[in-house]
C-alpha cells in the first residue's frame, strides 16, 4: 500500500481533496500521485508546491498510476476515458463522477477492466469524509481492500447496493454545502446577536462535528439527541418548536427529494 501510486483524471475540488487528505494523513507521499486536467497552469499551481506530478495528459497519468481515480465532471467521463480505455484495463479504477455505477460506466471501459464507482464528499481534505462505494464492482476482493484501506485514512467508508447509490451518495456528497448553510445562518444568528462573525462560525461548525461524533460514538438516536438537550420548559425546546413552525426538517427531506428527482 506505501508504494501505491495515484493518478487524478480530473483535479479540480474533489480531486483536490482527496489528495489533501492522503498528504495530510501520510497515506501517501507526494511523490505518488500524479495528475491531468485541462488548464495546464492551474494544475500545476495546484500539484507542483505540493511536490505531486502534472501531467500533460490522461495518457501519461495512467503509465504512472496503479490507482486511477476518474474525477472529472460526469458529462466529460466519456471524453477523457476514451483516448486510454485500453490503458485503464490493467488498472484499478475509481470513479467518484455523480450519477456513474458501473452499469453506466462499464460500457465506457474496456470489457474486463476493474472499476468501482464512489462518491465521496469534500470533508475528505481534513480526513473527516465520507466514501460511499456501489456493492456491484469488478475489482478483485484485493483490489477492493486496497481502495478501502487507502480511503479509510480520509473517510468513513461505507458501501451500499446500486438501487442506494445516487441517494447516499447525495446525502453524504451534496449537504456539506447544506450544512454550510447552516453554519453560516447560525453565524449569521450568533451576530445579529453580538458574537463576532468568526466566533459565530467557529461556535457553530465545531457544534457540527461534536454533534456528529457524538452520534457516530454512541450510536444514539437523533431524536433522543434532541430531547437530551431539551429540558422541560427550557429554552431549547422553544427554538425546536420555532424549527418545526418553520418546516425545518421537511425542507431538508423535500431538499433531497429535489436533488433525486431532478
Ligand atoms: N465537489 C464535490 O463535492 C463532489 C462530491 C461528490 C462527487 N463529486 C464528483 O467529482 C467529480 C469532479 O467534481 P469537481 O467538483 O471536482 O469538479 P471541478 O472542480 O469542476 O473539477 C473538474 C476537473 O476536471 C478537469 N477536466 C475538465 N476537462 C478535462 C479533460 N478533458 N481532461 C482532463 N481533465 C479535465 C478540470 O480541469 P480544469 O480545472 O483545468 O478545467 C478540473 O480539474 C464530478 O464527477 C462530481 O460528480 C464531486
Redesign the pocket.
Known sequence: MSELRVGF???????QALAEGFLRTGALRPEQISA????WD??RRSTEPKGMRPCRE?REVVETSELVIL????Y?LA??TAPVREALREKIVVS???GYPFDKLDPLLAPGTHHLST????PVAVAEGILVCEDKHSLTEEEFDAVKQLFEHVALVETVDTAHLSVA?TVC?CT?AYAAMFIEALGDAGVKHGLTRAQAYRLAAQMLVGTGKLHLETGQHPGAMKDAVCSPGGTTIVGVASLERSGFRSAIIDAIDDVENR
Open positions: 483524471i480530473g483535479f479540480g475540488n474533489m480531486a491531468c486536467a485541462r488548464n492551474k494544475l490522461a474525477a472529472v465532471k460526469p466529460m471524453e477523457v467518484v463522477a455523480a462518491c465521496p464528499n469534500t451518495g456528497g456539506p
